[in-house]
């Protein structure tokens, strides 16, 4: 259980940060004054190919962990908590019937 749930902590911290550098990646993107700044400034040109390897990283991390994305997490999550609601269950009703 406790791996369980610290892969699912370590899984959302990739994606929290995934999500960081992919709302970066996408404004510059997304908008047009800042994506043509990339033709003519290294400095941003280099800060976004950092963020979109960056980001990348931790979309690696996320598949590693066995997580695709924040709706996997959460139906992960979902199914762990269930898993522990069955075993503590279970746990008392076997303790209360050795009584």
Known sequence: MNRQRSRLQRAEGY???YEKYHAIVEKIENNPFLKGKLL???SAKQEYDQ???TRETY???MKKEG???RKDL???YN???RGCIYLTTKVFIAFMATF
């Open 74 to 76: 959460e139906k992960q």
């Open 59 to 61: 979309q690696d991390s």
């Open 79 to 81: 199914l762990f908590h």
């Open 51 to 53: 963020a979109i390897s």
């Open 15 to 17: 994606l929290n940060n």
């Open 40 to 42: 003519v400034s290294k």
């Open 67 to 69: 997580v695709s994305g």
